[in-house]
């Protein structure tokens, strides 16, 4: 479902998006702008977030989700446009807007020559968090992400996963109402990722929060997030619950198919197949179909290799991804995005291409 952007910063919850009408916006962006020079990073966005919800950002390296994050989050100044963090204006009342947000960014922050709990102490001090709260606070983090036994540990010998967990705990230790997540998995392996969003789901039940998160993993997206918004060239471009975003994808199987010796015209037969809605050639013989009907598609494009003398190495038939909504929505497949994120890391020097 595309979506205008008065449409996506309306309070009206999002259809499809549940019972979200009872509950108040932890967070509202309203046509926000990040400008560096002639160079626009964030393109009148607007959104909201409901008290309680995950909500992901989604897109590739380089698309606008840590400048979207770092102006929600005082960082960065908003070029125009407004953002609301638990009713506070970040322009206007930052320090408001700090106390009830704790923040993770992608990059590991810990002291490493530090224990986990002087890592955990230090932070709460920093927000002042009274001495026997701060005291029961790292006692109950560090049980909940499972370091209690490493707490003595010096920080450089964790793992990275453990390393990501020590961040997470860190940054609930002043009992932020908000907590923003940028690419919280990045450079993780897939035992550790998994073990991170069970965490952060605990997390959120537990203590009630409201999660944002960027990330440019599909699977990170559709697990943890109850809406999700498409981010592309610091535009908005699409935001609904991930069941409805693939149900706005016309055709609802997706068959992947690897071909040998397939005749120059291959794709466009592909094309004239019956109930195919979508081709993309991938290389080295290899297609992504997008089709109303899996079934019939499968035999239809078996019948013909056979017939026009093209092998068919690999196939597998599956419902279709949110790797198929972003390229729906934005003519690109996420994966081969090599935009690097270097732009938004600082302001363009004069003469730098974005």
């Known amino acids: ?48 977030v409901k008290e309680g919800e995950i909500f992901g950002l989604l897109g590739p390296n380089g698309a606008g989700k840590s400048t979207l994050i770092r102006m929600m989050t005082t960082l960065i100044p908003i070029t125009s446009g407004s953002a609301r963090i638990a009713g506070h204006d970040v322009s206007k009342e930052p320090d408001a807007a700090r106390r009830a947000i704790g923040v993770i960014p992608q990059a590991l922050t810990s002291d490493l020559d530090l224990t986990v709990e002087e890592n955990m102490n230090i932070y709460a001090k920093l927000y002042d968090v009274p001495t026997n709260k701060r005291i029961a606070a790292v006692n109950e983090l560090l049980e909940l992400v499972d370091l209690s036994k490493w707490r003595n540990a010096q920080t450089k010998t964790l793992s990275g996963g453990m390393r990501r967990r020590l961040e997470i705990a860190r940054g609930l230790v002043h009992s932020p109402r908000i907590f923003f997540l940028d690419e919280p998995t990045t450079g993780l392996d897939p035992v550790s990722r998994v073990a991170v969003w069970e965490m952060l789901m605990n997390i959120k039940n537990n203590r009630n929060l409201t999660i944002l998160i960027t ?100 196939l597998s038939v599956q419902n279709t991804t949110l790797d198929d909504v972003f390229v729906h929505y934005t003519g690109r497949q996420l994966r081969d995005e090599l935009v690097k994120a270097a732009a938004f890391v600082m302001p363009p020097r004069p003469g730098m291409q974005p």
């Open 1 to 48: 479902m595309m979506m205008s952007n008065s449409q996506l910063g309306d309070p009206i919850p999002t259809p499809g998006a549940g019972n979200g009408a009872s509950r108040a916006n932890a967070i509202q962006v309203d046509h926000i702008v990040k400008k560096y020079g002639d160079f626009t990073a964030v393109n009148d966005v607007s959104f909201y």
């Open 215 to 314: 990330t440019h993993y599909m699977d990170e997206a559709d697990r943890l997030c109850d809406r999700i918004a498409i981010v592309d060239h610091g535009k908005l471009v699409a935001l609904d619950t991930p069941p409805n975003l693939k149900a706005s994808v016309p055709g609802s199987n997706v068959i992947e198919a690897q071909f040998l010796n397939a005749p120059a015209d291959w794709e466009e037969r592909l094309h004239k197949l019956e109930n195919v809605t979508s081709v993309q050639h991938e290389g080295a013989g290899m297609y992504r179909i997008l089709t109303g009907d899996g079934s019939r598609t499968t035999t239809e494009l078996v019948a013909m290799a056979v017939k026009t003398g093209a092998a068919v190495k690999t």
